[in-house]
C-alpha cells in the first residue's frame, strides 16, 4: 500500500535530515548524492533547505590555483590538452577553455600524426 501523502513527506523530512548530519559529518555533496540516489543540484538545494551553508549556486568552482603560464608552456611544448589537465589535476576543458581565452592555437585533434595519417586531413599547397 502507498504511502499517504502525510507519511511520504515525514519520510522525506527525515531523509533530508539524514542527508544534513551526514554533511555535517564531513561527507561531501556528491558522496551524499550518490547515497540517495538524487542529482549533485538537487541534493545541494535539499541541503541548503534543512541550513547547510554550502557555496552558491554556479557552473563548477573556479579555480584560482592554476599556474595559467605554465600550462600555456606545457600545452605550446608539444604536450596535450589532457596530458596538461592530469599534470595541473583539472579536467581537460578546464585546461581547453584557458587556453582559448588567452587566444592560444589549439592543435586539431590527433595532433600533427592526424595531419600525416588522414588523407581528409592532407595539407592543400597556397594557390
Not at 57 to 79: H, N, P, S, W
Not at 118 to 124: A, D, M, V
Amino acid at each position: 500500500m502507498a504511502d499517504t501523502p502525510e507519511e511520504a513527506r515525514a519520510k522525506r523530512i527525515e531523509i533530508n535530515r539524514r542527508m544534513l548530519k551526514s554533511w555535517r559529518a564531513g561527507e561531501s555533496d556528491t558522496e551524499i548524492a550518490r547515497e540517495h540516489g538524487l542529482s549533485l543540484s538537487w541534493t545541494g538545494r535539499l541541503l541548503r533547505q534543512e541550513g547547510a551553508v554550502l557555496p552558491p549556486i554556479r557552473q563548477g568552482v573556479k579555480r584560482t590555483d592554476l599556474d595559467i603560464e605554465q600550462i600555456i608552456l606545457d600545452y605550446e611544448g608539444g604536450a596535450s590538452i589532457q596530458a596538461v589537465a592530469d599534470a595541473h589535476s583539472t579536467c581537460y576543458a578546464t585546461i581547453r577553455r584557458l587556453l582559448k581565452k588567452h587566444k592560444v592555437t589549439i592543435r586539431p585533434h590527433g595532433g600533427q600524426n592526424a595531419i600525416e595519417l588522414s588523407p581528409l586531413l592532407t595539407l592543400r599547397s597556397p594557390t
